[in-house]
Nanobody
Framework: QVYLVERGGGLVQAGGSLRLSCATS????????MHWHRQAPGKQRELVAT???????NYTDVVAGRFTISRDNARSTVYLQMNNLKPEDSAVYYC?????????WGRGTQVTVSS
């Protein structure tokens, strides 16, 4: 079975930083494209960042320049470094990939940014 486990969320002040991790199991991680999404209360879940098996990355415009997605294939783990956090970044952050044609999600980790 495929498991994704997010860690690293917490409460920070605006302008602060957090580093999220997503440990995976049950997949051949090195060939997988990985994503980070987030969902705030009352909002749609939105794609935040993507990294493919070659290390190419994409970001939604509102986080570009502040967030960095990376991967460690030896640890089957994807990371999201979040700098200069803003209150509007507050959300539950989810790791995601597609395995056997189905989206797989972690349970999420809460990020709260105070003003």
């Amino acid at each position: 079975q495929v498991y994704l486990v997010e860690r690293g969320g917490g409460l920070v002040q605006a302008g602060g930083s957090l580093r999220l991790s997503c440990a995976t199991s049950g997949i051949n991680f090195k060939i997988y494209t990985m994503h980070w999404h987030r969902q705030a209360p009352g909002k749609q879940r939105e794609l935040v960042a993507t990294i493919n098996s070659s290390g190419n990355t994409n970001y939604t415009d509102v986080v570009a320049g502040r967030f960095t997605i990376s991967r460690d294939n030896a640890r089957s783990t994807v990371y999201l470094q979040m700098n200069n956090l803003k209150p509007e970044d507050s959300a539950v952050y989810y790791c995601n990939c597609k395995a056997r044609g189905r989206d797989v999600w972690g349970r999420g980790t809460q990020v709260t940014v105070s003003s």
